[in-house]
Nanobody
């Protein structure tokens, strides 16, 4: 059974940074691309970034390009999202997902506010 556990969220001031982590269980993590999504209050869930299984390629939504970096450590079955220059519009619950599976984690809340 695929399980995803996100962590690292919190309250940060505008301009600050956070690093989110997502640990994957129940599947061969190193074989799958991984993505981050987010859902702001009252909004649809939106895609943020994707990294290939080996980490050789990444893609980002225009709204986060140049500020966020997705990475992974296959030895730890973990994918990361480094978020810099955070803005209030980045406030959301952040989720990771392996696109080939339907499972979602519980998410981790990020609040950007002064």
């Amino acid at each position: 059974q695929v399980q995803l556990v996100e962590s690292g969220g919190g309250l940060v001031q505008p301009g600050g940074s956070l690093r989110l982590s997502c640990a994957g269980f129940g599947f061969t993590f190193s074989r799958y691309a991984m993505s981050w999504y987010r859902q702001a209050p009252g909004e649809e869930r939106e895609w943020v970034a994707t990294i290939t299984s080996t980490g050789s390629n990444t893609n980002y939504a225009d709204s986060v390009k140049g500020r966020f970096t997705i990475s992974r450590d296959n030895a730890k079955n973990t994918v990361y999202l480094q978020m810099n220059s955070l803005e209030p519009k980045d406030t959301a619950v952040y989720y990771c997902k392996a696109p080939q599976f339907s499972s979602w984690g519980q998410g981790t809340q990020v609040v950007v506010s002064s």
